[in-house]
């Protein structure tokens, strides 16, 4: 009997996570859209300074998004290279800064392969949920003996590991199904696997840890 996971084909791999990209966009793109509407009403002349500040910080929120999901979700330029670990902080404090959550970055390496980059950012996103009431998400990235270790301990308030995350890093399938939240984390697994690589997660002391190999390739 084939796994689970098997069912989930490529066309529908690449629709729920254009589902998920265009989820993230939803909220700054509307506020954009909604402090234009402010400029071609004479009625709120009053507005237009609150609505030029929105303009500003939906279009920000926007930016920082797409530059985010372009390098997690997507080939982030398509030849083979190194991120610099400077950049990988960058592109999570762009989406994150105004978490409830702290994030604490204290990857020792100057910079990661692609894949590795790649599955960072994407538990990122996942260290993120785990703690929704806030907290602190510490990152570490080390490599040794041409393999790299990712370990991102997330500790707050109702901290929480959903089964489901469990299950999908590790390539199965959720019992009721792949939708747009659940898809992520088993591309992270998945991402992970093709690099030869593995990633999982685990909730114990009021933490949630996130750990994951991947060999370097150079």
Known sequence: MSAPSMKLTAANLAALLCARICHDLVSPVGALSAALEVFDDDDNLDMRDDAMELIKLSAGQASAKLQFLRLAFGAGGSAP????SEELKKLSIGVYEDSRADLVWSVSEDGLDKPSARVLLNLVMLAFMAVPRGGEIVVNADTANDETVIKLECTG????LAESVVKTLAGAAPE?????RSVQPFYTGMIAREAGGRVSANFADETVTFTANIPVHN
């Open 81 to 84: 290279g190194v991120i610099s």
């Open 176 to 180: 009721d199904g792949f939708d747009g």
């Open 157 to 160: 308030l109702k901290a929480r």
